[in-house]
């Protein structure tokens, strides 16, 4: 089991750029921040690899956020972050960390064996 808990959202307004934090209790080899737009299915935006081999920051972005969002990490202290900039409305979603302990870089829903509660992050114009 791993635990993963996320702190960071809130209420922002449009063109705002807040960072959500995750922090995940035992290794894992990737954490992405996945996002739930209403009405629209759970999506993978930003992932990178968190395992034990020493390589330069692997990242994956969804189209969406590419160049918008950056995900990075302190591996040491178990902590991913994703920094949000030029926030619209339509960013509007409950965001999640998931953790994969598979060998294989997804952003699909489907391959994340675990998920933290999720942090709502709402942008008003």
């Known amino acids: 089991q791993v635990e993963l808990v996320e702190s960071g959202g809130g209420s922002v307004q449009a063109g705002g750029s807040p960072t959500l934090s995750c922090q995940y209790m035992?290794?894992?080899?990737?954490i992405t921040w996945c996002r739930q737009i209403p009405g629209k299915y759970r999506e993978g935006v930003a992932s990178i690899y968190t395992g034990a081999i020493k390589t330069p920051s692997i990242s994956l972005y969804a189209a969406s956020v590419n160049g918008r969002f950056t995900i990075s990490q302190e591996n040491a202290k178990k902590m991913v972050y994703l920094q949000m900039n030029s926030l619209q409305p339509e960013d509007t979603a409950m965001y999640y960390c998931a953790a994969r302990v598979g060998v294989q870089h997804s952003l699909r829903r489907e391959d994340f064996e675990y998920w933290g509660q999720g942090i709502q992050v709402t942008v008003s114009t």
């Open positions: 035992r290794a894992v080899n990737y």
